[in-house]
Every structure is written in structure tokens, then in C-alpha cells.
């Protein structure tokens, strides 16, 4: 896996405003850099995946920008699960670790979603021993 | 009254938020993301909950007010309720958003608004709490003192 020096980047995606601002929060204490989006669209908009196109020629970057997606499921207009899908569908962006977090043990979604190519499922509310565990599990934190 | 008898009152105070069930671990979580490089932290987001809640609960209100009334929006609402207060520890106030979201998938209307009425109480209640232990902790601080951290094994 590519070194990510001290401090991976990771974008993390929730419509709701105080679950954006403790995910930010737990991403930081685990010394991470973290941009936030408020939802699906915006999300692909920061990483360079024009929605509205299909296929590669709407791509207007060639590396990804984040070593890591957190992404809710639940949100509205597109869901945690389409964008991992736009994620893993686009060459440059296929091999970004998705996470996926819901408030709901529903283990017909998380199959869904880990068959989609997720490399993990987290219940919410996210703790802080869940984000260090995820740090590290995904990417090989140097300690 | 002296720093120490009133951090022994923010101790006790703090301890019966968790015996009564208004707050439950998650708090605590956001009590070990404040520190100096984020001095404000619990204060912001709990802040942040109440302004950003009270506009859902307008919201329900409308809502449940329709004529034909959107069972699937009052869901989303309530959705978003619950996870915000689960985020940060408001147990009471979650508990009653999980209530009223299987009265939602009912689709019924009379138990959707005695819902809103019960979550509306612990939201207030929750805030009036709230209020009181971040007045608690600034009056320690005006008068010279640290916050005590809350130790969970003491309960």
C-alpha cells in the first residue's frame, strides 16, 4: 500500500450536520486529514467524477485526492451505497478503501455493500476505538 | 461556594444525568474529543444538536399537520433525530425517536403525534440538562477551577 506519511487523507459523507462535525472530529484524534460532504454529489464533485456523464472522459483527475471514503448510507438522493458504487466503478478511483457506517444492523445491507466492494461496514454512533481500529486495519498505520 | 464543592456538584450532577438515563456513553465519547487544541468541542456539537433538532421539530410539526400527511417524511425526520441524539449520548431523547419511528411505519397518525409530543418533552428536558452542566463547568472555570472528568466506574 502506497505511504501515506502521518496523515491519510480521508473524505467522510453524512447528510446530517452533527454526525459530519463528531466523524470530522474522530477522524482528527487519529490524526487524519478529513474534508467533509454533505452528501453523494458533492462527494464525487470533490474527488472528480462528473455525475453526469458516463465513463471514464468525465474524469477531471487521474489520482485520487483521499486515501480513504467513510460514507453513510442512509442519505438522501443518492445513498452511501450508489456512491460506492460510482467509487468503485471509476479506474482511478476503484481502489479507495470504501467504508460504509449506518445506524441500522441490517445484515441484508451490509452484504450488499461489502459485495459492492466495501472494505467495511461500521454501526454509528462511531466511536473513537472504532476510527483507530479502522485506521489501522485499512491502512497499515506505522506504529 | 468554594472550587471544590462545586466540582463535587458537577460529579454528582453529571452521574445523575447517566443513572436517569439522559445520557448514555456516546457522551462520554465526546467529552475525550475535547481537549486544548479543541476546548469547546462538547459545548459546540451539543449546540449545534439543539439548534439543528429544533428546526427538524418544526418540521414534524408541519408535517404531521398535512392533510395527507407523508408517513415516509415524517420517518426521514425523525431518522435524522435519531441519529444526531445517538451521536451525542441524548439516550432519552433517542429512545422516543425509535418509538415514533415504528409508529411511522404503522402509519399511524393519533400515536405519531402523542410521539412528537414525548420526544419534544426529552428534547427540552435534554436541553435544560445540558444547559445546566455547561453553566456548572463555566462557573468552575470562572472561579479558577478544572473541569473533573467523568469516571464511568464510579457508577
Known sequence: MADYGDEPHVLAVDDNLVDRKMIEALLKNSSCKVTTAENGMRALEYLGIRDDQPGESS????????????????????????????????????????????SENVPTRINKCLAEGAQMFMLKP?????VKKLRCHLMNCRT | ???GQMQRRLVEFTKSLFVEGFLDGQFLQLQQLQDDSNPDFVVEVVSLFFQDSEKLLNDLTSALEQQDV???????????????????????????????????????????MR?????????????????????????????GGSIPATEITSF
Request: proline fraction near 2%.
Open chain 1, 59 to 102: 474524469a477531471s483527475a487521474t489520482t485520487s485526492k483521499v486515501n480513504l471514503i467513510i460514507t453513510d448510507y442512509c442519505m438522501p438522493g443518492m445513498t452511501g451505497f450508489e456512491l460506492l458504487k460510482k467509487v468503485k466503478g471509476s479506474s482511478f478511483l476503484k481502489e479507495v478503501p470504501v467504508v460504509i457506517m449506518s
Open chain 1, 126 to 130: 462511531l466511536k473513537a476505538s472504532d
Open chain 2, 1 to 3: 461556594m468554594e472550587v
Open chain 2, 70 to 112: 407523508d408517513f415516509k417524511k415524517v420517518d426521514a425526520h425523525v431518522h435524522q433525530l435519531k441519529g444526531s441524539s445517538s451521536s451525542i449520548g441524548a439516550q432519552r431523547v433517542k429512545n422516543a425517536c425509535v418509538v415514533f419511528r415504528s409508529f411511522c411505519e404503522e402509519q399511524n397518525l393519533q400515536e405519531c
Open chain 2, 115 to 143: 410521539c412528537l409530543q414525548l420526544v419534544k418533552q426529552e428534547f427540552y428536558l435534554a436541553k435544560n440538562k445540558f444547559e445546566t452542566l455547561f453553566t456548572m463547568e463555566q462557573q468552575i472555570v470562572a472561579a
